[in-house]
């Protein structure tokens, strides 16, 4: 093979574009590039699959237009931009090659092992993987330098980012063609290492993991906690609802590979929950109707709120402890017989909102009666939803005194039983702690990071500039608040984290 004489111009008008693999994703692909102008050859080792490919880009082209998403002639230019290859040496010509076959190790090494004894020695190779090492599908190439991680998601006409990875022997020249190419095709890409996850699926992880934790510990039902990450914390679905509509089957051995990948680090610990519903069959709205919910004609099935106690007359002591001004404010907005001393009265309703820090801690640092002590969660907008958390020794009454009180204006309370970091507060900061750390180990810029979860995952909004939101420094308290009280090394900050929080500086801030 002769020696590579220069990076493919991606904005040449005559770009050839070669896509092995003609399934969901494949065809994905070919139609952004079609769409950018680019000229798509299409091979599938299965014979009818490619022709098929090529006819559904062009109904859903034509669709498009129907629709007036699309002009009529640019949706019949970018059809006919699809051909069919009917052997893999017909993509000979090709500038670039993206492979999206199935996800296994040795078939894509033997993909492009053949691939490199038929394209030139300027074509550019790309995995579309979204499990496996880049450097691990290079490893056995004659020149590892021009492979690159391609990674899009699904649908990718929809989701508009695409993780551009390089390899450990990847040369600098590919992962700034892929960018280019990714621009054309009208993408976001965003740059990563080679590492279990990239960045997506592996920011990914506090959310779902951190949830089932919760649940496994009894704090809360699935749908309290649903209803807390939603309405609280801003997600669009929460995250038993995201793993019923995704399906277990799928999620849980992202997680176990994720976990086995970084050679059990604690933080991405799967769920024995997940385990166990995965082998009884129950993966979500696809099995059954049954998942973490049930489902009634395609619809989830409304689990009733618990009523709302009688409003009683009982006087409210609110600590102004952590986050307790917050709370005092609005206690008194709801019309409580405030108790206004120094300490609770013998007959009061003692209210706590700790940072981290759990009910019965929050109670015995400031010498509380816990039978009367509820804890509310103040790190996150009231609106429209309140966290009411109880000590193991809370009585009936008390629990239900402050229920009342917090629904007074309608507003729903999600009762919850005692956990450092109530729900929200100990799912946020994993999810902001585990973005640091991909930061720390220089994995991804912070902003391609925070720009990464915000395309593929749909949150609020970025990791890092979440952390800012709520303060570097609150979001290590809740971090050490856990780790002291679970001494468990998944909620050991991040130095990334603990470092930003010292000098009070932002979280996205890259080092020089």
């Known amino acids: 093979m002769a020696e590579r004489s220069g990076a493919p111009d991606m904005t040449r008008e005559d770009l050839a574009l070669g896509i092995v693999g003609t399934g969901v994703m494949g065809r994905g692909i070919a139609q952004i590039a079609a769409q950018a102008g680019i000229e798509v050859t299409l091979y599938d080792a299965r014979p009818d699959a490619a022709p098929e490919a090529r006819d559904h880009v062009a109904g859903t082209l034509a669709r498009l237009a129907d629709r007036g998403k699309l002009d009529p002639a640019a949706a019949r230019a970018a059809a006919d931009r699809l051909r069919i290859a009917g052997a893999l040496a017909e993509l000979a010509g090709c500038h670039v090659v993206i492979e999206a076959i199935v996800e296994q190790l040795e078939a894509k090494r033997a993909l492009f092992d053949e691939l490199e004894r038929i394209v030139t020695a300027d074509c550019l190779l790309a995995t579309n993987t979204s499990s496996l090492q880049v450097t691990a599908i290079a490893a056995g190439a004659g020149h590892p330098e021009r492979f690159g991680g391609f990674h899009f998601f699904n649908p990718v006409p929809l989701m508009k980012v695409v993780e551009v990875i390089d390899g450990v022997r990847t040369a600098p020249w ?89 050679y059990h680090e604690p933080r991405y610990r799967p769920s024995p929950i997940a385990a166990q519903r995965v082998v009884a069959g129950l993966h979500g709205r696809k099995s ?210 603990k470092r930003r929080a010292r000098l009070g500086v932002s979280l996205l801030t890259p080092e020089a």
């Open 174 to 262: 590919v992962g700034d063609a892929l960018v280019a190419l990714a621009r054309r095709m009208g993408h976001t890409p965003v740059r990563a290492q080679d590492t279990p996850g990239f960045i997506v699926n592996h920011a990914g992880r506090g959310f779902g993991t951190e949830a089932l934790q919760i649940l496994r510990e009894g704090i809360a039902p699935v749908h309290a906690i649903d209803d807390i990450l939603r309405d609280a914390a801003g997600f669009r679905m929460g995250p038993f609802e995201l793993f019923d509509l995704t399906g277990l089957d799928v999620s849980h051995p992202v997680m176990e590979s994720i976990y086995t990948q970084y």
């Open 288 to 497: 059954a109707n049954r998942g973490f919910y049930r489902y009634v004609d395609g619809k989830r099935e409304e689990i009733p709120a618990a009523p709302v106690p009688r409003a009683t007359a009982t006087p409210v002591w609110v600590s102004r402890a952590g986050l307790g001004a917050e709370v005092a404010g609005l206690v008194a907005r709801l019309g409580a017989k405030i108790d206004g001393g120094g300490a609770p009265g013998p007959e009061s309703l003692c209210v706590v909102a700790p940072l981290g820090a759990d009910a019965t801690t929050a109670a015995l640092a400031e010498g509380l009666d816990a039978t009367r002590t509820v804890a509310a969660d103040a790190l996150f907008p009231l609106a429209k939803r309140r966290t009411l958390m109880t000590t193991p020794v809370t009585s009936p009454e008390m629990r239900d005194a402050a229920h009342a009180l917090l629904a007074a204006d309608g507003v729903p309370v999600t009762v919850i039983r005692d956990s450092p970091g109530f729900v929200a507060q100990r799912v946020i900061a994993h999810i902001v702690n585990i973005a640091c750390d991909i930061a720390q180990q220089r994995i991804a810029t912070p902003a391609d990071i925070d720009r990464a979860v915000n395309l593929g995952l749909g949150y609020p909004t970025g990791p890092l500039a979440w952390g800012d939101a709520l303060g570097p420094d609150r979001v290590l308290a809740i971090l050490r608040e856990l780790f002291d009280f679970y001494q468990d090394p998944r909620y050991r900050p991040s130095p990334w984290l």
